[in-house]
């Protein structure tokens, strides 16, 4: 005996109700919810890029983020959206990197952070910045 399938029903969705994301430049943050622990905080981008200054053409890295909040600690889509602000900028890898650590520090005060920009090979040359606070 077969059983007759449902129909399903989908209804539809209302793409003009939803808020596109922008990139943005800011960073955002949160109390630590435990700034009497020393604890890590670790992030990882695997689809950051920029543009080669040098070139015009784009660069490809996964960026990793460790740090140990003190007070504060980064919400996570205003990095997203921090992250992809770079894009569209030319930046030397050296210079993507250190700045990305300098504005974590500036904006949460970690009590020690560290970046790590691993750049896919260009040239022949497969290059890895690490930045480290303090």
């Known amino acids: 005996m077969k059983r007759a399938k449902k129909a399903l029903s989908v209804a539809p969705v209302d793409l003009d109700a939803r808020?596109?994301?922008a990139p943005a430049k800011r960073l955002e943050?949160?109390?630590?919810?435990?700034?009497?622990?020393?604890?890590?905080?670790?992030?990882?981008?695997?689809?950051?890029?920029?543009?080669?200054?040098?070139t015009g053409q784009p660069d490809f890295a996964t960026i990793r983020i460790a740090y140990t909040p003190d007070?504060?600690?980064?919400e996570l889509?205003?990095?997203?959206?921090?992250?992809?602000?770079?894009?569209?900028?030319?930046?030397?890898?050296?210079?993507v990197t250190n700045r990305i650590l300098d504005d974590l520090v500036a904006t949460v005060?970690?009590?020690k952070a560290e970046?790590?920009?691993?750049?896919?090979?260009?040239?022949?040359?497969?290059?890895?910045?690490?930045?480290?606070h303090p």
């Open 115 to 132: 970046v790590v920009g691993d750049f896919f090979v260009r040239g022949g040359i497969h290059t890895v910045v690490v930045a480290r």
């Open 71 to 74: 007070k504060l600690c980064v």
């Open 77 to 95: 889509k205003s990095l997203k959206l921090y992250l992809w602000s770079f894009r569209d900028e030319g930046a030397f890898h050296e210079a």
């Open 29 to 54: 943050t949160f109390p630590n919810p435990s700034p009497q622990r020393d604890y890590e905080i670790r992030f990882e981008c695997p689809e950051f890029t920029c543009v080669c200054p040098m």
């Open 19 to 21: 808020r596109p994301s």
């Open 109 to 111: 005060q970690p009590r």
